[in-house]
């Protein structure tokens, strides 16, 4: 059975889909919710009016392309957890490396896109009448969705790192103990 190489097709996929996710984080940034105070003379009431909720779709879109970015690679890997062994040497010292790097990066980046996405949602859907005297439209803070970019794209490098080095980790063949069953030292007694 031959083993296991880098696959071009596994690098392009994970790079395709991270990098429509990076995309989906940009849009989300640019087209994030802003509110106007518009006051009703009729009810005698100021609303808070929002613009488009487009960000919030770009947002759970981009989150959804990374996830499938990250079970992709999880998936062709194995998680680096089942399958053979790694051999021991510097390639699995890297891609254990890559490969928990890569998941605090991964973490950071969906947390940033849903919270972001979540957030722009609640003050887009949710805002209703208030009847206040120091009312302020409350958005989205500018650079939720640019921080869950930059972690999209660094998640996207330590996957292609972390899938680089796991493939040379399981393509070296693996070192085997010498055998120990004939000693040269015998265990007789002095005669």
Request: proline share 3%.
């Amino acid at each position: 059975m031959g083993e296991p190489r880098a696959s071009t097709l596994v690098y392009i996929l994970v790079v395709a889909l991270s990098l429509v996710a990076f995309g989906f984080s940009i849009a989300a940034e640019r087209r994030r919710s802003v509110g106007t105070l518009y006051e009703d003379e009729k009810r005698n009431a100021t609303y808070c009016i929002y613009n488009s909720d487009v960000a919030t779709g770009y947002g759970v879109g981009g989150f959804l392309f990374l996830l499938s970015s990250e079970t992709l690679l999880m998936a062709v890997t194995k998680c680096m957890c089942f399958g053979r062994p790694l051999s021991p040497g510097g390639n699995r010292a890297w891609s254990i490396i890559y490969f928990a790097s890569s998941w605090a990066t991964f973490l950071v980046a969906e947390a940033c896109l849903i919270a972001g996405a979540t957030k722009n949602a609640y003050h887009t859907q949710y805002r209703g009448v208030i009847y206040a005297q120091n009312l302020s439209c409350q958005t989205l803070r500018k650079g939720v969705f640019i921080a869950g970019a930059v972690f999209v794209l660094a998640t996207m490098i330590l996957n292609i790192y972390y899938y680089m080095y796991f493939t040379k980790t399981v393509a070296d063949p693996p070192r085997h103990k010498a055998n120990r069953s004939g000693s040269n030292v015998s265990m007789a007694g002095y005669a």
